[in-house]
């Protein structure tokens, strides 16, 4: 079946290092990323997000990436913070069903000091 | 939290017994979201509203019923808990208007609540 993944369960990045989370999906009709993440006994909290009309966007500190010829999509986290650590999550919705997200199971970041 | 409150924060309850979870949002979104969470499964739909009295199954519905009677309320109610109910449930609200290719809804992303750990014993 079609699903969303994450490449790696944990990811440890020493503090000012630029991270980078990554993501695969397998639904071609996936016309809508999310990026989340989620701190320790919290909900998931919006990052940002992508169209698949667009291959890169930015926010303040993060960068997301679309390859949508490889169904592939990273989170890019600029000069990585302690507050940074968190499990991160990519969400996807295809065009008609978009209110119905899929996420992956979610990439566990460590940052060291 | 964007406005949204679930409650209770914790519950422990028997096998069998009925139990119910409040997601309370002071967004007016219209629609709401049910999410369980388990460990090597991330976060999987269970019910959601597109309006009050307006709900649909996700893809782990069995054993749970929604409703909304108002815009602002989304009840999930566990008819009989079992075991396998034992989770963490998040609520999520959303903005925007349904179907089609619309820009208004594809900037409009889910927005979670802090979630209710429920233990099944």
């Known amino acids: 079946g079609e699903s969303v993944g994450l490449h790696l369960p944990t990811l440890s990045v020493q503090e000012g290092d630029n991270s980078i989370i990554n993501c695969a999906y397998s639904?071609?009709?996936?016309?809508?990323f999310i990026w989340y993440k989620q701190e320790s006994g919290k909900g998931p909290q919006f990052i940002i997000d992508?169209?698949?009309?667009?291959d890169k966007r930015q926010g303040q500190r993060v960068t997301v990436l679309l390859n949508k010829t490889v169904k592939h999509l990273s989170l890019q986290i600029a000069a990585t913070q302690p507050g940074d650590s968190a499990v991160y999550f990519c969400?996807?919705?295809?065009?008609?069903?978009?209110?119905?997200?899929?996420f992956g199971a979610g990439t566990t970041v460590t940052v060291r000091a | 939290d964007a406005g949204i409150t679930q409650s209770p924060r914790h519950k422990v309850t028997e096998t069998g017994t009925p139990v119910t979870l409040r997601c309370h949002q002071t967004?007016?979104?219209?629609?709401m979201y049910w999410y369980r969470q388990d460990p090597g499964h991330g976060l999987r739909l269970i019910h959601y509203?597109?309006?009050?009295?307006?709900?649909d199954k996700g893809e782990v519905s069995d054993g749970y019923s929604v409703s909304r009677s108002k815009t602002e309320d989304f009840l999930l109610t566990l008819e009989s808990a079992t075991s396998s109910q034992t989770s963490v449930y998040f609520c999520?609200?959303?903005?925007?208007?349904?179907?089609?290719?619309?820009?208004?809804?594809?900037?409009?992303?889910?927005?979670f609540g802090n979630g209710t750990r429920l233990t099944v014993t």
């Open positions: 509203s597109y309006g009050v009295k307006d709900t």
């Open positions: 992508i169209r698949s009309n667009m």
């Open positions: 999520a609200i959303r903005s925007g208007v349904r179907g089609g290719r619309d820009s208004h809804l594809f900037g409009s992303p889910l927005h």
């Open positions: 639904n071609s009709a996936s016309d809508y």
């Open positions: 967004e007016n979104h219209r629609y």
């Open positions: 969400a996807e919705t295809p065009l008609l069903n978009d209110y119905k997200l899929s």
